[in-house]
């Protein structure tokens, strides 16, 4: 993970080494805010891939310190967890939200894959 700063209208730097973007996600302008603060993340698995986040990308999430950053359903999130051997590990997946539920769904042509609940 590290810090990325923009360098130019669609130019980032990650670490002092130029990231390319290669596509704009529904035609959305990518919008920096001074509020928040924004990092880097590679993706590594195919758990995403029908959303057009594959193995090799990188993604830019939005945290704050000033104010949490709060998802609306259908967002596409990172959660970190540990699993039972109390392993580090962090997931990119669809949020939704049932009752008092909250279910991180994949969008892969893996079919392995399965919400997380």
């Given amino acids: ?3 990325v700063q923009q ?3 669609l130019e980032f730097e990650l ?8 596509k704009l996600f529904k035609g959305n302008q ?3 805010d001074q509020e928040y603060h924004y990092v880097v993340l590679p993706v590594a698995g195919d758990s995403m891939d029908r959303a057009g986040i594959t193995r ?3 993604v830019i999430l939005q945290t704050s ?12 999130v990172a959660v ?17 939200f049932e009752a008092d539920r909250v279910i991180l769904q994949p969008e892969s042509s893996n079919l392995q894959h399965e919400p997380r609940v």
């Fill in 1 to 3: 993970m590290g810090e």
């Fill in 7 to 9: 360098t130019g209208a």
């Fill in 15 to 22: 670490d002092g080494r130029p990231l390319v973007v290669k």
């Fill in 30 to 32: 990518l919008k920096f």
């Fill in 56 to 58: 090799g990308d990188y």
């Fill in 65 to 76: 310190h000033l104010s949490p950053v709060r998802p609306v359903a259908g967002d596409i």
């Fill in 80 to 96: 970190a967890f540990r699993d039972p051997d109390d392993n580090s590990h962090a997931t990119l997946k669809r949020i939704h």
